[in-house]
Each structure stands twice: as structure tokens, then as C-alpha cells.
């Protein structure tokens, strides 16, 4: 890959290491990123991006079984929110998060959609791979495949990785 830029995204929390990648994008959708990834995407402007999901009922019984809206304190996160989208370009998303102190599961189903939003927004235009986390849990082939079609590069290296010693 000759040529590569090294790029990451630091922020509290959230580390997005690009590595040398040329022209292509791997976009994580969890919330610490949310607010990153037009930026993020301005860097590769003709990039198709790979999106790494989990589905949102697999997010909300995460959380509510092990209390992460509240041992991560995403309330601050919540706020955060209703900041941005009161303001701005993100203006035309305010009805996505009311400023109302909704409870832990209900403010976390917010989030979810106003990511799910802003993420379709970003991405809109690209070539895109989404991959699932729990098709990739079925299926590591099927999933790699996926991502191999957006950053070609990337078979040679899968193909190493999974041959077995014998």
C-alpha cells in the first residue's frame, strides 16, 4: 500500500486507527464516534466505507444487563446531544432527542436512532459494506468477504490469518 496515509481519530474514549489505508474508510458506529465521522469521511471524500454494526436490541440488552448507561455515564453523553442538535447544521434533529431526562433505556434507544441517522447521512453517496456483528458471528467468511469488496487489500492478509497449522 504504497502511498498511504497514516491517519487516526483520538478522542476521550475512542481511538480510531486507520493505518495505511490509501483511499478507503472502516467507520465503527458506536456512540464516542458519532459526532467524528463527518469528519472522519471529509479525509477520504471518494472512499467507500465499511460499517461495523450491532443490532440495536443487541445494544440495549448489553446495557441493561450490565448497567452500562450508567457505569459508562452516558447521561453527559445524552446532554451532549441535545446540545448539538439544538444548534447548527445538526439543528434538524432535535425532535430525535428530546430535552426531557428520559430514562437510562429509553435516552439510549435515542442515541441509537439519532446515530443511525447521522451515520446514513454521512455515509450517503458511497460505496458501502455493512457488516454486522452478528453476521459476522454466524459467518467470519461471509462478513470478511463483505469487507474485502470495499478494501481489496485486505484478502491477502484474511487469507493468511485463517490458514491452520497442520
Known amino acids: 500500500m504504497d502511498g498511504g496515509q497514516q491517519r487516526a481519530v483520538q478522542r476521550p474514549g475512542t481511538h480510531v486507527d486507520l493505518g495505511q489505508v490509501e483511499d478507503r474508510v472502516c467507520v465503527p458506529s458506536g456512540f464516542p464516534v458519532l459526532t467524528e465521522v463527518p469528519s472522519l469521511l471529509s479525509w477520504f471524500p471518494d472512499s467507500p466505507v465499511a460499517v461495523l454494526s450491532r443490532s440495536p436490541l443487541g445494544v440495549a440488552s448489553s446495557f441493561r444487563r450490565s448497567s452500562l448507561f450508567t457505569r459508562w455515564d452516558y447521561r453527559p453523553r445524552y446532554q451532549q446531544m441535545i446540545t448539538m442538535t439544538r444548534s447548527g447544521q445538526e439543528h434538524r434533529y432535535a ?27 454521512a455515509v450517503e453517496c458511497r460505496d458501502i459494506a455493512h457488516i454486522p456483528y ?3 458471528v454466524r459467518s467470519h467468511q461471509t462478513a470478511l468477504a463483505e469487507l474485502v469488496r470495499v478494501v481489496p487489500e485486505l484478502a491477502g492478509q484474511f487469507a493468511r490469518g485463517t490458514r491452520r497449522a497442520h
Open 95 to 121: 425532535t430525535l432527542i428530546p430535552d426531557d431526562d428520559p430514562p437510562g433505556l429509553v435516552a439510549l434507544t435515542r442515541l441509537q436512532v439519532l446515530n443511525t441517522v447521522l451515520l446514513a447521512a
Open 134 to 136: 452478528e453476521a459476522a
